[in-house]
């Protein structure tokens, strides 16, 4: 490679990185304009807070007046700022990128190749496939296990397809345990989530610790089964998601021990053997 093609390939990578960065900046200020939407409510009951008064709430009785007009205003100058920024969102995804929000099939024939080899992809204008839908599968998982509001960041998830085009290469040059045992390493190491809501129910999924490892073991292993086609028609990628954390709620423990000792190749026969459970 000439030094020329080097220079363009290091531009070409910055260019996703920066525009993934300029959207993760609009996410995070309207997760945290959804934050200070419920200020209003902060040190009040749960059950309180999570209904909405038929009439303006009434201050505690622990809080000065002048301090509860405040976060009141807070709360509903956030609320006004978020509809603002979802509707310019929506309308820019709308008349510019229609597909934008579309979820990368896992059932799509021939997916796991091409999720590897978009790991050497850079464009400024099209999202790298491995950058869809790994974020696009995080957010699914999340909205199935979660409460919102919660924060994926894009360009984190895009840190980890950059690292893994330095480590491995881009393709499947080895096996789909192997490759998919090195993405988990790389994407639990950057932690696109960087907050992850409260847990939606009880189950092991949604109350465990570490959700960067147990939404994207989902996300890796729901692309090594769908490898096998499409169990059911009426079956959709959310609940496909469902019934790949269910199957491996009881192996969780164990891929955390071997991505906390940077095991790949242990890593790698795990997953093989997950797949063997399919």
């Given at each position: 490679m000439t030094t020329a093609s080097r220079h363009q390939d290091t531009l070409a990578s910055h260019a996703v990185c920066a525009a993934a960065g300029a959207r993760d900046s609009v996410r995070t200020a309207q997760f945290f304009m959804r934050i200070l939407s419920g200020a209003e409510y902060w040190g009040r009951p749960l059950e309180a807070a999570g209904q909405a008064p038929a009439r303006p709430a009434a201050p505690p009785a622990d809080i000065r007046p002048g301090g509860y007009l405040l976060a009141a205003l807070v709360?509903?100058?956030?609320?006004?700022?978020?509809?603002?920024?979802t509707w310019s969102v929506n309308l820019s995804i709308t008349l510019f990128?229609?597909?934008?929000?579309?979820?990368?099939?896992?059932?799509?024939?021939?997916?796991?190749?091409?999720?590897?080899?978009?790991?050497?992809?850079?464009?400024f204008l099209v999202n790298p496939l491995f950058n869809a839908y790994f974020y696009r599968a995080a957010i699914h998982?999340?909205?199935?296990?979660?409460?919102?509001p919660f924060l994926v960041l894009e360009h984190r998830v895009d840190a980890a397809r950059r690292t893994l085009l330095a480590d491995i290469g881009a393709g499947l040059?080895?096996?789909?345990?192997?490759?998919?045992?090195?993405?988990i390493m790389a994407l639990?190491?950057?932690?696109?989530?960087?907050?992850?809501?409260?847990?939606?129910?009880?189950?092991?999924?949604?109350?465990?610790?570490?959700?960067n490892l147990t939404v994207y073991a989902i996300a890796c292993i729901a692309l090594l089964?769908?490898?096998?086609?499409?169990?059911?028609?009426?079956?959709?990628e959310d609940q496909f998601f469902a019934v790949v954390g269910a199957l491996i709620a009881p192996r969780l423990p164990v891929i955390e021990s071997l991505v906390a000792k940077r095991d790949v190749a242990g890593?790698?026969?795990?997953?093989?053997?997950i797949q063997g459970m399919y």
């Open positions: 709360s509903r100058l956030a609320r006004i700022a978020d509809r603002l920024t990128a229609p597909e934008w929000r579309k979820l990368p099939s896992p059932f799509t024939h021939g997916i796991m190749n091409e999720v590897a080899a978009a790991i050497r992809a850079d464009s998982i999340l909205r199935r296990y979660r409460t919102p040059n080895g096996s789909e345990p192997d490759f998919l045992a090195h993405a639990v190491e950057v932690a696109p989530i960087a907050r992850a809501g409260k847990p939606r129910d009880a189950s092991v999924i949604a109350r465990t610790d570490d959700q089964f769908a490898e096998q086609g499409k169990p059911a028609d009426e079956l959709d890593l790698a026969r795990e997953l093989a053997e």
